[in-house]
C-alpha cells in the first residue's frame, strides 16, 4: 500500500487548491481514504473521507461547504474552495484496511502518504 499527497502550495484567502493522493498496491474501490490535516502545535485533524462500499462521504464542519472529496480508479481528490488562513497546515491522506465505513478519527487510517504543504496566506 502506498499513498502519495501532491497538488499543495501558496495561495491567497478565497482562493482554490485541488489536492491528490495517488494510491497504488490495493484496489482504491475496496477501501476508505480519508483526508487529515496538521497545522504546526497541533493535533492532527480529520478534514473529510470517502467510504468504500457505498461511496458515502463526511466532512469536517469546518469545510462543509468549500471542501469536495472524490475519487477515480486510482485517485483521491480533494477540491478546496474558499480558502481561509485557518485552512493552512500539511494534508495528508490514511488509507484503511478495513472494507467499511470511512471515518474522520485517525485510529481507522494504518496507512499515510507524505503530505503537502497548503499555506493560505495574503
Known amino acids: 500500500v502506498q499513498l502519495q499527497a501532491s497538488g499543495g502550495g501558496l495561495v491567497q484567502p478565497g482562493g482554490s487548491l485541488r489536492l491528490t493522493c495517488a494510491t497504488s498496491?490495493?484496489?482504491?474501490?475496496?477501501?476508505?481514504i480519508g483526508w487529515f490535516r496538521q497545522a504546526p502545535g497541533k493535533e492532527r485533524e480529520g478534514v473529510s473521507c470517502?467510504?468504500?462500499?457505498?461511496?458515502s462521504i463526511y466532512y469536517a464542519d469546518s469545510v462543509k461547504g468549500r471542501f469536495t472529496i472524490s475519487k477515480d480508479n486510482a485517485n483521491v481528490y480533494l477540491q478546496m474552495n474558499s480558502l481561509k488562513p485557518e485552512d493552512t497546515a500539511v494534508y495528508s491522506c490514511?488509507?484503511?484496511?478495513?472494507?467499511?465505513?470511512?471515518?474522520?478519527?485517525?485510529?481507522?487510517?494504518?496507512?499515510w502518504g507524505q503530505g503537502t504543504q497548503v499555506t493560505v496566506s495574503s
Open positions: 498496491g490495493f484496489t482504491l474501490d475496496y477501501y476508505a
Open positions: 490514511g488509507f484503511s484496511g478495513g472494507r467499511g465505513a470511512c471515518a474522520l478519527s485517525t485510529v481507522i487510517y494504518s496507512t
Open positions: 470517502i467510504s468504500s462500499k457505498d461511496g
